[in-house]
């Protein structure tokens, strides 16, 4: 069990580094806090273990022309998920920090100089006669730079670095709020609903220990260095496309229909940005050629169907193509109770039009309260110093009630009702791209085929509120949907019909998977990767052999399995949380899949 005392009361007697040590015997400075201070006292403390933290990480950002690289130490991060930090101890030793953003816990390792990366590192312990957790609260330094309020403050501490520390006071004074800055956000981190800095330490004050092998293997390597050079973790090589691929500076925007369209600032906002880790697939690209060069023809491509199994990314293909050809991107999700009026559009009642009538300059419960005689003004236009609040209490609702009257239509006790685009009519109306995903769940067979006169030439249906919406020219409609899915049905052919392209998305090879799911994870151990892809293809193939259709084993519960590892470190423990927990519901089969395909290929 773990706690959050990463900061203890043993640490604030710790002598203060240089340029602070004439504060260690009175560093508590009244009526300088943090924004987080939430105590009646308000004051802060200057803290050693923090000061040192900040003052290694200023002059790692700039260095002096003296130091050499490796005496600097140096921070990165990997993925969404992990800082990976090398700091220079006063004790000459190289402390290598990997903190996990998401779960607040520590691995870490001292090193001699140099290091020696074959050999187990001596461990760091977290007590008052050990070490003091300036390498652990250095791994927080990007963190701790996300609020503002550090920032500013840190960014005055390194002007004081800058001129000499030649005003000390000052300087004292901004390092003592840095210092409490941190202080409140780690040690009231689950009160604090934003700024709060999750972070766990075993109770023994011993942080688990850096494990050579998972060095040697990726595990843990900073994908992003931010600053300095890493001597033990040696950032991992940066996801390689396959030579299949398309590269993104030559795809994106690049298939404009309109050359001459611009659209508003919130439309620009809806135009998808393509993630790195994605690998824009050859398939996309032809659909994006195929409607820039049809544009001026006498039909132009714009229906796509795209169908294959669970997670082949055809979601993430739609969004490549509204990226390729640079369009807003709408996606409207079908159910098995979906009907036509779900795709055109619904007419709802209208509960603002009442609403609306009660709009006025009227006084309000408090302006009657503190002076009735102006609020008695504003309803009538007469000011009387002596009129009472009950009297323009009732005049307030004597004003409004006939203010209704008069406005109400005769026809008052009707409801009225107004008529609501969903995102497909809103793709059609203004040229958007459009992503109806599952059709094949729809109960109702006949709900698309309403949807033939806006896929057909004529390009133009009714709406229920009896308007006739028109096709713009750029709608582009992007169907997706498998058929591998209990309660998938056929798709009528009246719609396939319609469809310019159908690109069937085959399950990514095992090196196209790979290099997905490390992009996402952020994960660089590349060789378990591999095995667990190879896992999951053999549990599919098992699955579909043994018609076990009760579960999912795809590529979706590959990138969690491999999550699920990046934090627990077991393939086994991970797996019982992830894919075991997803192929089935029965437990036999769970047994079964767990001997014939996950105990084979670890064992091989």
């Not at 004081?160 to 210092?179: I, R």
């Not at 023809?297 to 293909?317: C, D, I, S, W, Y």
């Amino acid at each position: 069990m773990g706690n959050t005392k990463l900061i203890d009361n043993w640490s604030f007697k710790r002598k203060l580094p240089e340029p602070f040590e004439d504060y260690s015997d009175d560093p508590v400075f009244k009526d300088i806090h943090s924004k987080y201070c939430t105590q009646p006292q308000k004051k802060s403390t200057l803290h050693a273990a923090t000061l040192r933290a900040i003052l290694a990480y200023m002059e790692l950002e700039n260095p002096s022309r003296t130091a050499a690289p490796e005496a600097l130490g140096a921070i990165g991060s990997q993925g969404n998920n992990y800082t990976i930090a090398e700091y220079p101890s006063k004790t000459g030793e190289l402390h290598v920090v990997i903190f996990n953003r998401l779960t607040g816990k520590f691995i870490s390792g001292r090193y001699q100089t140099p290091p020696d990366t074959e050999n187990v590192p001596e461990k760091y312990v977290l007590k008052e006669m050990d070490n003091s957790g300036a390498a652990l609260l250095f791994a927080l330094m990007p963190t701790a730079l996300a609020d503002d309020e550090f920032n500013e403050f840190y960014q005055k501490l390194k002007e004081h670095k800058e001129n000499g520390y030649t005003d000390m006071k000052p300087a004292a004074e901004t390092a003592a709020l840095l210092c409490d800055n941190i202080y409140r956000r780690v040690r009231y981190s689950d009160a604090l609903l934003v700024g709060g800095i999750k972070t766990d330490t075993p109770t023994n004050g011993v942080i688990p220990t850096l494990k050579p092998l998972n060095i040697q293997n990726g595990l843990y390597a900073p994908t992003n260095a931010l600053l300095g050079e890493f001597q033990v973790m040696k950032p991992g090589r940066s996801t390689k496309r396959s030579a299949a691929s398309v590269a993104a500076s030559d795809f994106v925007s690049k298939y404009l229909l309109s050359d001459s369209r611009t659209f508003t600032p919130e439309e620009e906002l809806t135009v998808p940005q393509l993630p790195d880790w994605y690998v824009i697939p050859e398939e996309i690209k032809r659909i994006c050629e195929h409607a820039k060069l049809t544009t001026n023809t006498v039909q132009p491509m714009r229906n796509f169907l795209l169908r294959g199994p669970a997670g082949t990314g055809k979601t993430e293909g739609a969004k490549a193509i509204a990226a390729g050809l640079h369009l807003p991107y709408r996606c409207i999700t079908c159910s098995a109770n979906s009907e036509i009026f779900d795709l055109l559009g619904q007419i709802l009642p209208d509960v603002e039009d009442s609403a609306s009538q009660l709009k006025g300059d009227y006084p309000s419960f408090q302006d009657i309260t503190l002076d009735p005689a102006t609020a008695y003004q504003k309803l009538t236009g007469i000011y009387d110093e002596n009129v009472s609040e009950e009297t323009v209490y009732q005049k307030l609702t004597d004003t409004i009630f006939q203010k209704v009257q008069a406005e109400q239509p005769a026809d008052s006790s009707k409801q009225h009702f107004k008529y609501v685009d969903t995102p497909l009519v809103e793709a059609i109306r203004y040229g958007y791209l459009v992503e109806i995903q599952e059709p094949t769940v729809i109960a109702n067979p006949g709900v698309l085929v309403g949807l033939n006169s806006l896929l057909d030439r004529c390009n133009s249906v009714f709406l229920p509120n009896g308007e006739v919406i028109t096709r713009h020219p750029d709608t582009t409609i992007v169907v997706t949907t498998n058929n591998d899915y209990a309660g998938c049905k056929p798709m009528n052919q009246s719609v396939i019909s319609r469809m310019n392209l159908v690109i069937d998305l085959d399950e990514p090879d095992e090196d196209t998977l790979v290099e997905r799911v490390l992009g996402i994870t952020g994960c660089s151990d590349k060789s378990t990767v591999k095995t667990m892809a190879r896992i999951i293809k053999s549990i599919s193939d098992y699955c579909r052999e043994n018609l076990i259709t009760d579960g999912c084993c795809g590529v979706r519960e590959l990138i969690s399995w491999v999550q699920s590892f990046m934090i627990c470190e077991d393939i086994r423990e991970a797996a019982r949380y992830t894919i075991l927990s997803s192929v089935s519901s029965d437990a036999e089969s769970r047994i079964e899949i767990e001997s014939s395909c996950l105990d084979t290929l670890l064992a091989a």
